[in-house]
């Protein structure tokens, strides 16, 4: 261990607190953690592990330091003090005191730990900065930022209340709930308070903005600190079954989704017994999180269950549930009904109720680790983790190698099996056959991370790499060298700089982005700490200019008009189908056809009905139509689950959370091409974009609609526009009215049987051939159900092959469940590949990636587990959100 990466002042710390000098104490800490609110208890313990006398109890400095930040808060004023003390520290032999603007700008791309610190230095040295991150970062209130605070207090919310700001990466929705998030509600607000600081969310680093509209946009220098991502599936059998997920799936939907809160609608089912797969700290804190979810989950189903049966009647709330859901939701009530009861006894005889024992009961959580719990990284970076969730219940296995998941009759996780290691030597363990099963209808994997590097991935030849890393290097005089064998954070060339370089432009990393830095708050906190001043040696001709007021103005009104996300227009098309127009700019600016947005309310502005907080989960949304000028996007949302129903409720003017583009372009080939799309209601999106770029460079495209009822179809005259050669299928009622002589329109139900029809000139009496033969098709598009999916895939090797002469390139929608949508950030969007030959699972791919994939490599059986993940909730809430829109005229 090497001690606190900060190189804190530790003891002059404890000396001036000692006495009684407390806000000399502050100070001290201040010194070389001004950010000292995100370390410090329950967060980093780096000098306590270092301690020289390890045979002894060390002093607990983590305590100790947040003590003396919370004393000097809990003064009147106290809030003012350490914001004062973020911009002028007497005790600093460099910043100790805000510079004045000097021109420069900065942009930092994510705003963990690593941004957030590299911004205040950056601030400190008089540069304007621009942060922004991928998630959704909610506004505070304009009050807190232009007005003193005298108390603390005013700015602390509950901790199971407190709106998920969304600013602070993952230490705002991963690490745990014991560790006081208040802390990055201030750093958050001092941060803003600064001038010239201006803080984006809901804008993603590759996808929105690239490296060189960073140069366009004005700025000097570039920053990346996404932190750590590609959560890796684990490859057994029965993997991501029902049940199973991503750890920071969970943790990302619990905390930023907050589905922790009793008011709100997100879906996160759980099942008991669970178990967690690693040995660090995300481990140790999904263990924990799950206990405390659990309660709240059950809690929340019983209350919402009784009130739909009071209104509706217990037929219908069932109605629609499959057996799975049905058995699952029994068990919710039981355990429900036990949650409040031993509510009651607590609260009879004046204690705090014991959920521990329930859990317990019901199977408990228990965490799996391959190695001994000493060697485990939760235990080498922070036991007191470790030590809490054992008081809290927690149940730990040693020395097992996870082997596979056991499946139920619904085919939902029910047990994981694994095999027994046993210890070679100091270093070597070797997997036994000997098998443990584990009862588990959860499972959460947190095998760890790696470095984010998903922009070299999207734009190839940016950053050099090695392996699954960004190469680092350090800057002389302007030429970039490889900074070799860096043993540790503290080693003074560990190379701030990735290999960019276009004239003096550069990039740097940080924190969980960078290998030296990779792994915990403190290292990436010292990460920002020790790059500002190689930055600013970087850009030191450039320094010592004077900056313009008006100047910054312009630019400040400029950059904050391109990142703007609000509803322009809302227009109801069909019975279930709204239209919304967004004017975001940025987010316009780099969309191709193929490509889809996250679309979320604010909770700040989210509408409050009957304890609910009418937030959406986050939607998967295609462009139908984007207008650069303007800065428009056009949505269609299909009014399909409780979060698109809230859609209708959005308010023209009012700010949303729009992160995007993502996902891969389609294709558009220069030689011309004849283009399948075929599709249900949601590929009329796609065809809007995808079929009128297609057409537009000169390639054909037929488009094969099939709707349940031509009320579907509202948009006939744009999506002619996008096609050469339409068939309208309907199921049920009127056929479409095709204008144009070359469209078809039938009735059927079967997609497949009319495109044969068509190909043998069988579906019009006056047509005996097809106008665009189906064996001129290069490509072919599928957007549907998996059922269509799987039969497509069928007949091209079969029935259908005969006409698809070119052997065109099939790409199938892969449209399930997705929450961050960021390239491998949250990791719910995991999809297992099949090897087209054997059919068997090859490898997971991150489906916001990749959300149209080889129609051979999609393994169908895996999108239809995916959907059926939250069933059981998804379908409650529909009927929570139906329930309480109807109350909305009352309002
Ligand atoms: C569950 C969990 C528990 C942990 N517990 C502890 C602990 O107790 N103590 C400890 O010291 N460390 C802990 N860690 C590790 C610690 O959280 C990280 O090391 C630290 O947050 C790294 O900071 P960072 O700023 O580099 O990255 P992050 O905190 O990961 O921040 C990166 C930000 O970049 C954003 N981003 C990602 N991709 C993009 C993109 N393409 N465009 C825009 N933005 C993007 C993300 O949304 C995120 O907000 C824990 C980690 C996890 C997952
Ligand atoms: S920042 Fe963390 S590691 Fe450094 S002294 Fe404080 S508690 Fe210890």
């Known amino acids: 261990m090497t001690g606190c990466p900060l190189e804190e002042k530790i003891s002059e710390m404890h000396i001036l607190k000692r006495d009684g000098q407390g806000i000399a104490a502050l100070a001290m800490v201040m010194v070389d953690n001004p950010m000292c609110p995100a370390t410090g208890h329950r967060i980093c313990n780096d000098c306590m592990k270092a301690c020289i006398y390890q045979k002894q109890d060390p002093v607990n400095i983590p305590q100790i330091e947040t003590r003396v930040l919370t004393d000097v808060l809990s003064l009147p004023w106290g809030v003012e003090i350490y914001d004062l003390l973020t911009r002028w520290n007497p005790l600093r032999q460099q910043q100790w005191a805000m510079k004045p603007y000097n021109g420069l700008k900065v942009m930092i791309a994510g705003m963990g730990p690593a941004g957030f610190t590299l911004a205040h230095h950056l601030l400190l040295e008089g540069f304007a900065v621009v942060g922004f991150d991928g998630l959704k970062i909610e506004p505070l209130p304009n009050q807190l930022i232009t007005e003193p605070i005298y108390q603390f207090d005013s700015l602390v919310e509950s901790l199971d209340q407190r709106l998920m700001a969304g600013f602070g990466g993952v230490a705002e929705y991963g690490i745990t709930v014991r560790w006081d998030k208040n802390f990055l509600k201030l750093i958050y607000l001092s941060l803003l308070r600064k001038p010239y600081f201006q803080v984006f969310g809901s804008t993603r680093f590759g996808g929105t903005i690239t490296v060189d509209d960073a140069w366009e946009m004005g700025f000097d220098h570039f920053v990346i600190a996404v932190g750590a991502g590609l959560p890796k599936a684990l490859s057994i059998p029965g993997s991501l079954a029902p049940g199973m997920r991503q750890a920071n799936d969970f943790l990302m939907a619990l905390q930023l989704g907050n589905a922790a809160k009793t008011n709100s609608l997100t879906n996160l089912q759980v099942c008991l017994p669970a178990v967690i797969i690693g040995g660090g700290l995300t481990g140790v804190d999904t263990a924990t999180e799950v206990q405390a979810y659990y309660i709240t989950q059950v809690d929340k189903t019983l209350a919402r269950y009784e009130t739909l049966v009071e209104q509706q009647g217990e037929e219908a709330v069932l109605k629609q549930l499959d057996a799975a859901s049905i058995e699952i939701l029994e068990e919710f009530l039981v355990h429900g009904r036990a949650v409040r009861k031993e509510r009651e006894r607590a609260q009879a005889t004046n204690e705090q109720p014991n959920f521990i024992k329930l859990i317990h009961q019901w199977g408990g959580v228990t965490i799996v680790y391959r190695r001994t719990i000493q060697e485990s990284p939760a235990y080498i970076n922070n036991h007191e983790e470790l030590q809490k969730a054992f008081e809290e219940g927690i149940y730990y296995l040693e020395a097992l190698e996870p082997a596979s998941v056991d499946l139920n009759q619904f085919g939902h996780a029910e047990a994981l099996v694994c095999h027994r290691r046993l210890r070679k030597n100091s270093d070597e363990w070797q997997t036994t056959q000997e098998e443990v099963r584990l009862p588990a209808r959860a499972i959460f994997v947190a095998t760890g991370t790696q470095p984010n590097t998903a ?437």
């Not at 989960?617 to 650069?628: D, F, G, S």
């Not at 091209?796 to 892969?814: D, F, Q």
């Open 455 to 891: 922009y070299e991935f999207e734009h190839r030849g940016t950053f050099i790499r090695v392996g699954l890393q960004y190469q680092h290097y350090e800057d002389t005089d302007g030429e970039l060298a490889v900074a070799h064998g860096v043993a540790h954070c503290k080693d003074a060339h560990f190379g701030p700089f990735t290999s960019y370089q276009k004239n003096d432009r550069r990039v740097s990393l940080i924190g969980d982005t960078h290998p030296v830095f990779h792994g915990n708050v403190v290292k990436a906190i010292a990460s920002g700490m020790r790059t500002y001043p190689k930055i600013l040696t970087l850009l030191k001709e450039k320094l010592g200019r004077s900056g313009h007021e008006e100047e910054y103005q312009t630019f400040a009104n400029h950059i904050a008009h391109l990142f703007k996300a609000e509803i322009a227009h809302i227009q109801r098309r069909t019975k279930n189908v709204v239209e919304l127009t967004i004017q975001a700019p940025l987010a316009a600016k780099h969309f191709q056809p193929g490509q889809f947005y996250r679309l979320q309310n604010y909770e700040t502005f989210a509408p409050q009905i009957n304890h609910t907080t009418l937030q959406m989960e986050p939607l998967a949304l295609i462009a139908a139509e984007v207008n650069r000028p303007l800065g428009t996007l056009k949505f269609i949302v299909i009014e399909k689950g409780a979060s698109a129903k809230l859609c209708k409720l959005l308010q023209v003017g009012e700010p949303v959370s729009l992160m995007g583009p993502t996902g891969v372009r389609a294709k558009i080939a220069s030689k011309h091409e004849t283009v399948l799309i075929m599709g249900n209601q949601l590929s009329l999106a796609l065809l809007h974009t995808y079929g009128a770029a297609l057409r537009h460079a000169g390639n054909r495209v037929i488009y094969v609609g099939h709707f349940k009822t031509k009320e579907e179809v509202y948009c006939q005259d744009t999506i002619e526009q996008s096609a050469d050669l339409i068939i309208w299928i309907t199921e049920t009622g009127e056929p479409v009215s095709p204008v144009r002589p070359e469209d078809y329109s039938v009735t059927s139900d079967d997609c497949l049987a009319v495109l044969v029809q068509y190909a043998t000139g069988k579906l019009h009496a006056e047509k005996n051939q097809p106008e665009i033969p189906l064996s001129d098709i290069d490509r072919i598009y599928l957007i549907s159900d998996t059922h269509i999916l799987r039969r497509f895939q069928e007949a091209r090797n079969t029935y259908l092959k005969e006409w698809l002469v070119k052997k065109p390139r099939v790409h199938g929608s892969v449209y399930s469940t997705m929450q961050c949508m960021l390239k491998g950030v949250c990791a719910q969007c995991l999809q297992w590949q099949v090897d087209p030959k054997t059919g068997k699972r090859t490898k997971a791919v991150f489906a916001c990636s990749w959300p149209d994939q080889p129609l051979e490599l999609i393994d169908f059986d895996n999108i239809e587990e995916r959907q059926i993940q939250n069933r059981l909730q998804e379908h409650l809430s529909n009927l929570w959100v139906d329930h309480l829109l109807t109350r909305l005229p009352e309002l």
